[in-house]
């Protein structure tokens, strides 16, 4: 692929805890629509990477592009206006606040009440399961609607590209089946797609390319159809899939 496909651009980032390297010399990118995938166990750095892209952990070293314009340093609430949709791990919906109060508050940065309306439709449309709870308190949706919702909120802020974290976490295997065929759908819709995903055989069974980051460093690429069938990743990480 040439660069003008290329959408994020990840160039030999490093980021700190403290005195602690939690990313050292990190470098991938997503292309025009893919659906790219991190793996690794507990601790490698994956959710970390995708905090780093938005900034909500600082970048040391390295640079970040997207769509050509650097966002390295940029405050993550222009991350997001610029179309980096980043769900996070755990869902992070504001269990305090109604359905529709959540999706309306994916799209903070439109003034256009009329277009916010439709774009609730259109969520609602997708996850109708939402629409039967549009009034309901999120925290007392059931973990697979909860997920609906963050799904639902972050295409509120009408992504161009779309990081999910973790998103089949503590799901049943029916509603794992259930989120794995909205992030296909989504990406056929054209969005691209970063998912960082434990259960490695679902996120190599949707996406195009991969990449195993383990304590911090990239130490293996490949197209996801040749990783899944690459003895190092089928040990570590799919064995008991």
């Known amino acids: 692929m040439s660069d003008s496909n290329v959408i994020l651009k990840v160039d030999a980032i490093e980021t700190y805890y403290g005195q602690i390297c939690a990313l050292r010399d990190v470098s991938f990118e997503v292309h025009d629509k893919q659906i790219v995938t991190l793996l690794g166990g507990n601790g490698a750095g994956k959710s970390t990477t995708l905090k780093t892209i938005s900034n909500i952990e600082p970048c040391r070293v390295g640079k970040i592009t997207f769509f050509g314009e650097d966002i390295t340093t940029m405050p993550p609430h222009k991350i997001v206006e610029r179309g980096l949709i980043h769900i996070p791990e755990g869902r992070r919906i504001f269990k305090d606040l109604t359905v529709t109060e959540n999706l309306e508050l994916g799209a903070f940065s439109l003034k256009d009440d009329r277009k916010r309306k439709l774009l609730i439709d259109e969520v609602f449309c997708r996850f109708p399961r939402l629409r039967e709870r549009y ?16 799904v639902g909120r972050g295409l509120m802020a009408q992504p161009k590209l779309l990081m999910l974290d973790e998103p089949s976490m503590g799901l049943a295997p029916l509603l794992v089946a259930e989120i794995g065929q909205i992030i296909r759908d989504l990406n056929d819709e054209g969005i691209p797609i970063l998912l960082v995903e434990q259960n490695s055989k679902m996120a190599l069974g949707l996406a195009d390319y991969g990449y195993v980051l383990e304590t911090g460093n990239i130490t293996l690429e490949g197209p996801a159809s040749e990783l899944i069938k690459d003895p190092k990743v089928v040990k570590a990480y799919l064995g008991l899939a």
């Open 135 to 150: 009034d309901q308190i999120g925290g007392t949706l059931s973990g697979g609607e909860q997920q609906m919702l963050a």
